[in-house]
């Protein structure tokens, strides 16, 4: 791998730390916003999905033109506007004002996904694709080994307000970054001489190839079942198994240490063994997890087997314990 290219694979990845951070973080927050605004379990899901339905339709929009244009221009459009209204999330003193903040930054975090991985697969050929993206996504396991309990550590501190501050200062830092270091991506552009496509030429095209629309339903069935589980998971923990807020970000430090071993692991077996297969063996692992964790029985705090170890780490005291 090139120095140009790990340069891309940095930035990118820091980008979607940053990017990913906003949108774990507003789900176990869901324990301090409840209680603060005095909200209901389907409020706090209307304030959730207020993100991502926002998202669908600025990156179903975006889709019959953002093929237009330099995907550099375009990434950093939206990571402005949508740092805005992530700052504006952390700036909102009332449910409303958090509602319209979290609709905006979704307006343009719709288009950052697709453009991180449009970038990569220009810049990786096929072959070498799957460890890229390995270490695009492993921005996500940093994200919940290092954000998410750092993000709740100052939640405890400070308020709720402050994890958003940090996300919105944080990419602040890293736009001169992508501005000084990150290449003009305009390869997918199409020649002058090039017919021109229809404007509904997006749509016709997915649905004259059944793969397409095929692999489009099939990772909207895997968000909707992952989006079923994860919001509540914090809330979950705390108010139904009885971990303390103390305790919750411990379970985000180690599934997130686990998962950026595997991002990494897994996405170089994919161009060793094929994506396909590699795909439905860690699904169907993933299957008995779900439903163990989505299961447990209430807890008076901890699990007894737990606190000696910690005991031996921490000289008898848990790491958050005196927040």
């Not at 990118?12 to 927050?29: C, K, R």
């Not at 975006?62 to 221009?73: C, E, L, N, S």
């Not at 447990?296 to 000696?308: A, R």
């Amino acid at each position: 791998m090139s120095w140009k290219e790990r340069i891309i694979l940095i930035l990118l990845a820091a980008l979607n730390f940053t990017h990913i951070l906003d949108f774990m973080i507003m789900m176990p927050l869901g324990n301090y916003l409840m209680p603060y605004f005095d909200l209901s379990p389907q409020q706090f899901s209307v304030l959730v999905s207020a993100y991502t339905i926002s998202a669908a339709v600025s990156g179903f929009g975006a889709a019959f033109f953002v093929d237009r244009f330099d995907r550099k221009k375009v990434l950093l459009f939206a990571y402005v506007g949508f740092l805005i209204g992530t700052i504006g999330c952390g700036l909102a003193p009332t449910f409303i004002t958090l509602f319209l903040a979290r609709t905006f930054a979704g307006l343009f975090g719709g288009l950052i996904g697709a453009q991180v991985l449009s970038i990569v697969a220009d810049s990786f050929p096929y072959e070498r694709r799957g460890a890229a993206m390995g270490a695009i996504m492993s921005a996500f396991a940093l994200a919940s080994t290092f954000g998410v309990p750092f993000a709740l550590y100052l939640a405890n501190l400070i308020s709720w307000h402050a994890p958003f501050l940090l996300v919105g200062f944080l990419g602040i830092a890293l736009i001169p970054l992508i501005m000084r270091y990150l290449p003009a991506m305009t390869g997918h552009l199409q020649a002058e001489d090039a017919p021109v496509q229809s404007k509904w030429s997006v749509i016709t095209n997915v649905f004259a190839d059944p793969r397409q629309y095929r692999a489009l339903l099939f990772s909207g069935l895997i968000m909707f079942g992952h989006f079923s589980i994860i919001p509540f998971i914090n809330p979950y923990m705390e108010f139904n198994v009885g971990f303390s807020k103390n305790f919750t970000p411990l379970i985000y430090l180690v599934g997130g240490v686990a998962a950026f071993f595997a991002s990494n692991i897994l996405g170089r077996l994919s161009d060793v063994y094929g994506k396909v297969p590699l795909f439905m063996i860690c699904t169907f692992s993933a299957l008995p997890m779900v439903f163990i964790i989505t299961n447990l029985p209430p807890s008076s705090g901890v699990y007894p087997g737990i606190d000696p170890i910690w005991a031996l780490v921490f000289g008898g005291h848990w790491p958050w314990s005196n927040l």
